[in-house]
């Protein structure tokens, strides 16, 4: 027979998943103070033996980020502000790095439904020098080319206008702006514009393999710093290739661009939004993914499965906290995944 302590540890989290689950309503019930004070206070009383909790990130460092996200995603539903957007969906299962790689630098990641080999572009000077380039990365990576998407499927087009300088495209991205912020936008812009992808969906033994650049022409205005004597460019246009652009007509997928934007701080909560926007909605039944397969997906940067599943709970629950109507439940062995109504209605 189970011991009283057995039961109650069970009992408790049971109350943490559901607790979780409903975090939209207990952020209207107490607010955002009092929702961080509910989380830490079930945290500390949480039994040695129980499963990982998204409560661990609600009563963390990024607690008050997905109190924020959640009453934003609440706000949007009431008085609306959802912003459609469109990412192609092999993005979804497999994403670009999280940080930053060396110049000239491979990126490869391979999950259990597709694999991406990203290779980085050069830049040709005036002077025939080649500079290699580093494969694009990060939030502003992210953010260019839901954008990127974003209009070429609404307009039905494959030419993106993004402007004559920074601040107007880090305005409509929702970032702030700034010189240092503007740099890295530029230096994002010309690695997305001068990479190749590689996408395969299949194994060893039989695979599919879209093999593309991501812009076949872009136009730009710049030249050297005369301050930092660094060579920078600014892309005003870019012409998406046209099998890109083919594949992101053939498979989209869903997103709020605005959901986006209260999770900018996080690479990988994009990444985890764009991947529970895909699944999703599509689920007949509950179907659990394992730790490794999270792991291989979103923890290609960590070296152990540990400290994957120490770190994860926080990029999950602000793509939860942005997603309100995804229905994920955070399990010893995985993540039990229940069908769900898309992030936003087309």
């Known amino acids: ?135 694009p990365s990060g939030t502003l990576a992210r953010l260019l080319l839901i954008d990127w998407q974003s209009e070429a499927y609404e307009k039905g087009g494959r030419e993106i206008v993004l402007g004559k300088n920074p601040n107007a495209l880090l305005s409509r991205l929702g970032m702030s702006r700034g010189g240092p912020v503007a740099r890295k936008l530029a230096e994002q812009l010309e690695r997305l514009a001068t990479c190749t992808i590689d996408f395969r969906f299949g194994t060893d033994r039989a695979a599919v393999v879209v093999n593309e650049r991501l812009v076949e022409a872009f136009a730009y205005t710049g030249g050297e710093d005369p301050r930092t004597k660094r060579h920078a460019r600014w892309i005003e246009r870019v012409v998406l290739s046209e099998a890109f652009y083919h594949e992101l007509r053939r498979h989209p997928v869903l997103v709020d661009r605005a959901a986006l934007r209260d999770i900018q701080t996080s690479p990988r909560a994009i990444d985890t939004y764009l991947w529970l926007a895909f699944r999703l909605h ?36 602000l793509a939860l906290a942005a997603y309100r109507a995804a229905r994920v439940t955070v399990t010893d062995r995985g993540l039990l995944l229940a069908p769900s109504p898309l992030p936003i209605e087309s």
């Open 282 to 317: 599509a689920l007949e039944d509950e179907v659990l993914v394992p730790w490794p397969a999270l792991w291989r997906q979103f923890g290609r940067e960590f070296k152990s499965l540990k400290s994957f599943k120490g770190e994860f709970p926080e990029p999950l629950a």
């Open 1 to 135: 027979m189970e011991s009283k302590a057995g039961l109650g540890r069970k009992k408790q989290t049971a109350a943490q998943a559901d607790l979780f689950f409903s975090i939209h309503a207990l952020v209207a019930e107490k607010g955002g103070s009092g929702a961080l004070a509910h989380a830490q206070s079930a945290v500390l009383s949480r039994g040695p033996e129980d499963p990982p909790s998204l409560l661990d990130a609600l009563a963390g460092r990024t607690g008050r980020r997905v109190v924020d996200a959640a009453s934003s995603a609440m706000t949007r539903e009431v008085e609306g502000g959802a912003e459609v957007g469109y990412s192609y969906s092999a993005w979804c299962l497999a994403g670009l790095p999280h940080r930053d790689r060396p110049a000239g630098e491979d990126w490869l990641i391979k999950t259990d439904y597709a694999q991406l080999l990203v290779r980085p572009g050069a830049r040709i000077r005036d002077d025939d020098a080649r500079e290699q380039l580093a494969v």
